[in-house]
């Protein structure tokens, strides 16, 4: 059995995914639970995850609508 991912390599792959813009500026991120089933880890790990991103401002919450990319600045 594979070792699951840490919230950190997630946060990573998902920055990578918004650098490669399959997740685009504006767009709504897959919901947690979603994010839960594709890595294979529990909420609280994607949880964390998106923290990092939220510090890192790769991505906002809007309460009551998801989380989102963030916009380019440019």
Not at 4 to 33: C, F
Not at 35 to 58: C, K, P, Y
Request: hydrophobic share 45%; aromatic share 4%.
């Amino acid at each position: 059995m594979p070792i699951p991912l840490s919230a950190a390599q997630i946060a990573d792959e998902i920055a990578n995914r918004i650098h490669r813009r399959v997740y685009p500026p504006g767009s709504r991120m897959p919901t947690h639970q979603a994010l839960a089933v594709e890595f294979h880890v529990s909420m609280t790990t994607i949880t964390n995850a998106m923290r990092m991103l939220r510090q890192e401002g790769l991505v906002v919450g809007v309460q009551g609508l998801g989380v989102y990319v963030a916009e380019d600045d440019d």
